[in-house]
């Protein structure tokens, strides 16, 4: 792991916290819970939680893995039996995944152990089971702190892919990741090889661990921004994974969790739904961070981060995250599984209390309180990063590239690893919108680039102003949990209202298969959560909720239900009167009739 040292030559000097009046707008300044919920109290007396309530619920054991105490086993979620069954991490830390690459699918499914292996303890390797729609395959999950990847990288995860044929694909996910499918459980142990022999890992990616830590997409070659995001999303990244090696004192968490690293008045990471967020904040005339907790989207509930009222120096940023991991693992409750993620046990111990859990472990024991003003200019115009734009370094520009609802097959990464060598640096950037950048293009370079086949026939650096704000989960082509069919209904249903209507500006719309929208829908300017109900006919058929008024930025709101259960076959005339109604989209006989 750097240093705290390390991090000395990245932190901005005052000057470059100056904004530009030029890209601001009107806007609110704070986040606000989502209305529907009511906030954690962040004022609760500590007496009011009992001395056996804060007592840890979990115990490091021989070996170093942490599991739950026996006084607390009852009343447990499948998911903790699960674990409690056996430790998942040895697949990892003794090689066991070698011996069970050996065992046909058939012998597995036989014994109970060996089925919760590959369906349940594998997601601490970053391995999805795919039971339902691809039986015997996987998807694997990267880790990539802030989205950073190489042309090596790419190259590597195209040759896995490119094996499976017409089963094998990957995806850009909405935490700027990779995800590569089609994987068959013999190949396992060498493709985890080939991911280490280039730097990469998919350790502790999936299940009760920390996810893929975000950024600035636009780390160090953004003019604009207030702090490059590389090293402190590295540094969390191999905190996390104990530099690739397994962290076991994080590997047992009550639920998934969401970290991410502020860099841009743009809020590209957006931290509201992170369960930590560090927002840039200068106190005492030194650079550091306040910070946001409890972000979540979850099926029955969803909120927005609040302040912690807590502060770190920029050069040590580890030690309260470990901190807030720490008293999350020890003091989650692990019943109900909806009601397991980090904001739950702050709503039950209220700000303050969480609050003094946190200060009590850290190293010294003290907890600086918040600065009085992050560096976030909350009246920015969030800014457009597809297409072609200068960089902060003289000469170059990166080019952003629309990837349609985050889908690549193995010829499309090869080709993108190709560009990134001859016209760029050999590295790219995954963005949470499921797109694309490519950095470090000469200037006299871009026109070429632009006329490349790639460009002009599938990544666009200039999509239309509804397929560039377009995301899509997985949906039930590969995903078990999915209701419907996102991806491919996603760019049909855009294409068929983008003939009704014409929008004068960018508008997102964000497609999620089941209630654990992985699409995170409540952002989204119109969302659609995959449903099923009865047509006109009576025939059941896939359908959508549809999600209208959520926003990203300073002015960020998850947003609920506009209207519920409404037949696919039926959005396309909604969708077009939404846009009209709310985004100022004009029919497109009338525009025509204007000309």
């Known amino acids: 792991m750097a240093s705290s040292a390390s991090l000395q030559s990245f932190l901005p000097p005052s000057a470059q916290y100056a904004t530009s009046s030029s890209r601001r707008r ?5 986040f606000m819970p989502c209305s529907a919920l009511s906030a954690p109290s962040s004022s609760a007396p500590a007496e009011a939680v009992s001395a056996d309530r804060l007592e840890p619920r979990v115990e490091q054991r021989e070996g170093g893995y942490w599991v739950l105490k026996e006084k607390y086993r009852t009343s447990l979620n499948p998911q903790e039996k699960v674990k ?24 597995i499914d036989a014994d109970k152990l060996t089925k919760e292996d590959v369906d349940v303890r594998l997601k601490w390797l970053g391995l999805f089971h795919r039971r339902k729609q691809q039986y015997g395959r996987f998807m694997m999950r990267l880790k990539l702190p802030n989205g950073v990847t190489t042309s090596e990288q790419t190259r590597y995860l195209a040759s896995v892919i490119e094996k499976y044929g017409k089963e094998g694909c990957a995806d850009v996910t909405t935490r700027q990741n990779w995800q590569i499918r089609g994987v068959t459980l013999p190949d396992v142990p060498e493709i985890l090889d080939g991911l280490r022999s280039v730097g990469l890992t998919s350790l502790q990616s999936g299940m009760d661990n920390v996810r893929n830590p975000v950024g600035n997409p636009l780390a160090g070659i953004d003019p604009d921004e207030i702090v490059d995001t590389r090293p402190y999303t590295n540094l969390l990244s191999s905190y996390i994974t104990n530099n690739s090696e397994g962290n076991l004192a994080i590997t047992n968490l009550p639920r998934k969790w969401n970290v991410c690293v502020i860099g841009t008045h743009d809020l590209f990471e957006h931290p509201h739904i992170n369960d930590l967020a560090y ?10 961070f306040n910070l946001l907790v409890g972000g979540f989207i979850s099926p029955k509930r969803w909120g927005e981060a609040l302040p912690l009222d807590a502060w770190v120096p920029g050069d040590d940023i580890i030690p309260v995250c470990k901190a807030v991991l720490e008293a999350y693992r020890d003091l989650g409750t692990r019943g109900n599984r909806q009601k397991t993620r980090m904001m739950w046990l702050i709503d039950e111990l209220g700000m303050e209390v969480f609050r003094s859990e946190i200060e009590k472990r850290m190293p010294n024991g003290v907890l600086e309180r918040a600065a009085a003003e992050d560096l976030i200019d909350k009246k920015w115009e969030r800014r457009d990063y597809l297409g072609v734009h200068p960089q902060k370094q003289e000469g170059l520009s990166f080019v952003g590239l629309h990837v349609p609802v985050g889908r690549l097959q193995a ?24 797109n694309i950048v490519l950095p470090n293009v000469k200037n006299e370079r871009i026109d070429a680039l632009l006329a ?22 997985t949906g039930n082509q590969f995903c078990g949990q999915a209701i419907i069919e996102t991806k491919a209904r996603a760019l049909q249903v855009t294409r068929d209202v983008e003939a009704r209507v014409s929008v004068p500006k960018t508008v997102r719309m964000h497609w999620t298969g089941c209630p654990n929208s992985c699409a995170q ?20 058929v896939e359908a959508a909720d549809i999600f209208v008024g959520g926003r990203v930025g300073s002015d960020s709101h998850l947003t609920g239900v506009h209207r519920k259960a409404v037949p696919c076959e039926d959005i396309v005339p909604i969708v077009a009167d939404l846009l009209v109604e709310h985004f100022g989209a004009v029919p497109r006989e009338r525009e025509e009739d204007e000309e």
């Open 26 to 30: 009107t806007g609110r300044a704070r």
């Open 84 to 107: 409690l069954g056996k430790e998942p991490m040895k697949f990892f830390t003794e090689g066991a995944i070698k011996d069970l690459a050996k065992i046909p699918m058939e012998e």
């Open 452 to 473: 490349e086949p790639l460009l002009q026939e599938r990544f666009s650096a200039h999509p239309s102003l509804l397929m560039k704000g377009l995301v899509a989960c």
């Open 279 to 288: 927002m840039p904040a200068e106190k005492d005339g030194k650079f550091g």
């Open 521 to 540: 829908v409540q952002v989204a300017d119109i969302g659609f959560m995959g449903c099923l109900t009865k047509n006109s006919s009576g025939k059941i």
């Open 411 to 434: 010829a499309d990464m090869f080709e993108l690893a190709r560009l990134a060598d001859e016209y760029g640096s050999g590295e790219l950037r995954l963005t949470v919108e499921q």
